[in-house]
Each structure stands twice: as structure tokens, then as C-alpha cells.
């Protein structure tokens, strides 16, 4: 209220997707929602301030919450009524929104890691269309959409009309199986629960221990992911103490080179560690400009002062 009384509309809109930039899966996501609730109570006072402003804020809550518990991590299906609220406080931008957001998904680097996006649509678009047609053309229309890539990856001959599935799986060898296996179980490091982090953590100790192989080659690709400062280090320190003696695997040292150019210091650190016990060199981490606070400081202790001038 106070941004919308001494900046305006469009600073308290700016103000909201700050907000939601800054919050992950740990955050108190339910801000937003409750943030949106209270701007609907004031909507009667000014419907084109408060209204956008609701929208905005249902809109930018259900996108970011992360459904299938933790699983998907755009639009938690469980709240759909934050679409149906956003759409009814305004529903032009509420759509623009929620495109804005299925945008910003698309384009990013870790897109790739981002699961949901065509589910959280199908669903909302079922119980409130965006625009003034039947529920069912929008959800079906993106469903469509969604088909082609949908086929795309699944093996087989996927059919959209009538007739059950039947995948045709490529050959894989059972050094192949038992990998995915491995990969499957220190993939729940990255959902939300602590239980699961520690299960997973777990997992990775005793697959050091019982298959060294499977186990560092789903290693290396757990950690290729944007996991974290924390569930990368915690990863790192398992594979540090409980790594065997040998060759590393040749995916698993490429990743470990890759890691010690990251920007936090513990990942740095570690994989450094590692890397060194198995015999091979670190590589120096590359220089990086420095922050422009410090710069200044710098600057200002090396320049000549006043009185010695």
C-alpha cells in the first residue's frame, strides 16, 4: 500500500514480481497468495489499481509453486484457485502474466529442468479458461500444442486420438539400467522435503560403496544441475569421503573440472579437493572482475591523499 501511495501502479506491480524472483522452493511462496487476497479486499475501492495488482499477485503465486509434491516446478495444480482469483480480479492480465511466465520458463538456461509447464496450463485453462470461450477448446487447444513435442520424445508411435500407448524402448544394457537406478535415487536431493535430501544423500554412500561405476556416472550428471549452493556440497562432501580409490569416471571428472569454475566457493572447493585426491590438477578458477564497491575502496586506499599531495 505504501508503494502503491508514493510510487504508483506499476512500482507495487514491479515490486510483486521482485517478490517472486527472489523466492525458490523453501520460501514462503503463500505470501504471494495472501498478498493477492488482501489487494481483492481493497479491489472495490479502485478496480484499476487493485485489480491488476490481485491478478498480478494470484498469478505469480501459482506459477511459481511447485505441484506433484515438489516434482513439477511450475504451477502447484493444487492451488488452481490462485488462476481462477487472478483471472476474475482481471483477466487481461492475469493471461498476460501467466504468458509472460511460460515465457520467461522457455527462455531460461534450466529449461530444460523445468517440469510442468504444459500440465500447469491444461489444468488451469480446464477450470477457467483465459479468454471467453468454453473451458474445454483451451485446455484441449493446448493440449494440441503440446502434442507434437510430447511424441516427439517418447519412444514409440504416440497416437493422439483413441488407442492405448505402447512404448517401444531402445536396447540398454544393464550397466545402463543399473545407472538410471542410481541417477533416480539421487535425483530426490532436489525435491524440497529434508527427508528426501538425506535419503538421497544416503543413497549416494552406500552406491559409492556397492557400485562405484553406476554410481559415479549418475554423479556426474546429478551434478551437471542448477541443484543449489547447499545440495551440491552436501553431494560433493559424500563423494569426497566415500570415493573410492581408482580411475574416476571420465563423465564424472569432466563435471568435477566444470565445477571448480563454479561461483560458490564451497562447490569450488570440493570438487577441487576431489579431483586432487584421484591424482589429477584443479584448474584455476578464472578471473572475474571485481564488485564495483570493492573497486572503489581499492581505488581510494591507492590513490594519493589530500595532505600528501
Known amino acids: 500500500m505504501e508503494v502503491i501511495d508514493g510510487q504508483g501502479a506499476d512500482a507495487a506491480a514491479q515490486f510483486l514480481h521482485r517478490i517472486a524472483d527472489e523466492m525458490n522452493a523453501s520460501n514462503p511462496l503463500e505470501l504471494l497468495a495472501d498478498l493477492a487476497s488482501g489487494l481483492r479486499l481493497r479491489q472495490d475501492s479502485d478496480p484499476g489499481v487493485f485489480g491488476p495488482l490481485a491478478a498480478t499477485a494470484g498469478m505469480l503465486a501459482y506459477t511459481k509453486m511447485r505441484g506433484g509434491g515438489g516434482w513439477r516446478s511450475f504451477g502447484g495444480n493444487d492451488r488452481l484457485d490462485l488462476w481462477q ?13 501467466l504468458a509472460d511466465q511460460v515465457a520467461q520458463a522457455v527462455a531460461e538456461a534450466s529449461y530444460s529442468r523445468t517440469i510442468g509447464v504444459s500440465l500447469a496450463l491444461v489444468s488451469a485453462f480446464a477450470v477457467q479458461p483465459p479468454l471467453a470461450s468454453p473451458p474445454a477448446v483451451s485446455a484441449f487447444a493446448c493440449w494440441d500444442a503440446a502434442y507434437g513435442v510430447i511424441a516427439h520424445r517418447l519412444p514409440g508411435r504416440a497416437r493422439l486420438g483413441q488407442g492405448a500407448y505402447h512404448p517401444v524402448p531402445e536396447q540398454a544394457t544393464q550397466h545402463d539400467i543399473d545407472t538410471a537406478l542410481c541417477e533416480l535415487a539421487l535425483a530426490t536431493i532436489a ?19 556397492s557400485r562405484s561405476g553406476q554410481a559415479q556416472a549418475a554423479l556426474a550428471r546429478v551434478l551437471s544441475f542448477d541443484l543449489g549452493a547447499g545440495p551440491l556440497t552436501w553431494l560433493l562432501t559424500v563423494l569426497q569421503g566415500h570415493l573410492p580409490d581408482g580411475p574416476l569416471d571420465a563423465a564424472l571428472l569432466e563435471q568435477l573440472v566444470t565445477l571448480c569454475g563454479s561461483d560458490v566457493l564451497s562447490v569450488r572447493a570440493d570438487a577441487s579437493a576431489i579431483l586432487a585426491r584421484a591424482g589429477h590438477q584443479a584448474p584455476a578458477p578464472a578471473a572475474t572482475a571485481a564488485h564495483p564497491t570493492l573497486a572503489r575502496a581499492i581505488a581510494a586506499a591507492l590513490s594519493p591523499s589530500e595532505d600528501s599531495a
Do not use: F
Open 85 to 97: 482469483q487472478a483471472h476474475s480480479a482481471d483477466p487481461a492480465t492475469a493471461a498476460r502474466n
Open 191 to 209: 525435491l524440497p522435503e529434508r527427508g528426501d535430501k538425506r535419503r538421497a544423500l544416503i543413497a549416494a554412500t552406500v552406491l559409492l560403496a
